[in-house]
């Protein structure tokens, strides 16, 4: 019955990536923002205050950039 339903819900289901990828923002990556701190020794707690205190004031995540392949491959290194 599952696997039905989502045969239904997606069988008429068009991606549209260049607005997918049009619709990316620096928010959607503060948690690799928050891990690569962590990564670099910063505490778990501090990197994640770090990245909230910079999404409050304005969104950016000043310089940090990844692409949405990146972050991908990212986590899937990690739960290797």
Do not use: C
């Not at 701190?37 to 990197?47: D, I, N």
């Amino acid at each position: 019955l599952s696997l039905h339903a989502v045969g239904l819900a997606i069988h008429d289901l068009k991606i549209h990536a260049k607005k997918m990828l049009a619709s990316v923002e620096d928010a959607m990556f503060a948690t690799d923002m928050a891990e690569d701190l962590t990564a670099k020794g910063m505490p778990f707690l501090k990197a994640h205050s770090v990245v909230a205190k910079l999404m409050k004031e304005g969104g950016k995540l000043k310089g940090f950039r990844m692409t949405p392949e990146e972050s991908v491959a990212r986590r899937e290194r990690s739960r290797k």
